[in-house]
């Protein structure tokens, strides 16, 4: 079956440290490969998406590439915020609806 | 614009109690999901649905009867709930299999 495993948690970063999540997938066939964000009480919403090999994904200064070789599509922003403390979520969708989420990773950001 | 709502926002119950979750969409988006989410689990999908009369079980469909007569709606019922269904329950719908999921705010569910 398909998987999508995060690096374990929690981060703690410092504000304007540079940030990474690392996720990596198994899937079969050509899934599509998100990042959704979550905060506290909320549920969890886009953050970036990315739909073929090769695809960067963007969104408020954070990027992932999908990287069909190594099966990855880790998370990085340059310098991170408070605002940006949340539960991060790698995911995939692969044919017939069928959605798979990591185990989510809890960013703390320090000033 | 309303977008996906869940109802109720926060639910007690017993053990053995029949316990229905509502969702409502406004986008008449295809697909829609229910998901639970519990600590050091992620998010684990339940069923879903691809269209109204079309459904499939998902990761963890055990305990849970879902319908879809209506595009817009997408309730999840606990036929006779126990204690290990006390979770966060999402919903989130989406115009295709492998677009991005919109997702409701999340129903809390105690069952004592």
């Known amino acids: 079956g398909n998987s999508v495993t995060q690096m374990e948690g929690p981060v703690t970063l410092s504000e304007e440290a540079f940030l990474t999540i690392n996720c990596t997938y198994t899937?079969?066939?050509?899934?599509?490969l998100f990042w959704y964000v979550q905060y506290p009480g909320e549920g969890l919403q886009l953050l970036l998406k990315?739909?073929?090999?090769?695809d960067k994904g963007s969104n408020k200064g954070f990027e992932a590439t999908y990287r069909k070789e190594t099966t990855s599509f880790h998370l990085e922003k340059g310098s991170v915020q408070v605002s940006d403390s949340a539960v991060y979520f790698c995911?995939?969708?692969?044919?017939?609806?069928?959605?798979?989420f990591g185990d989510g990773t809890t960013l703390t950001v320090k000033p | 614009d309303a977008g996906i709502t869940q109802s109720p926002r926060y639910k007690i119950t017993e053990t053995g109690r029949q316990v229905t979750l509502m969702c409502h969409q406004t986008?008449?988006?295809?697909?829609m999901f229910w998901y639970r989410q519990d600590l050091g689990h992620g998010l684990r999908l339940i069923y879903y649905?691809?269209?109204?009369?079309?459904?499939d079980k998902g990761e963890v469909p055990d305990g849970y009867v879902v319908s879809r007569s209506k595009t817009e709606n997408f309730p999840l019922t606990l036929e006779s709930a126990t204690r290990s269904q006390t979770s966060v329950y999402f919903c989130?719908?989406?115009?295709?299999?492998?677009?991005?999921?919109?997702f409701g705010p999340g129903t809390r569910l105690l069952v004592l």
């Open positions: 989130a719908s989406s115009v295709g299999y492998k677009e991005t999921q919109y």
């Open positions: 899937a079969t066939g050509y899934p599509s």
């Open positions: 990315a739909t073929k090999a090769d």
């Open positions: 995911a995939l969708n692969t044919n017939a609806g069928k959605s798979t």
């Open positions: 986008w008449s988006h295809s697909y």
């Open positions: 649905s691809a269209a109204a009369d079309i459904t």
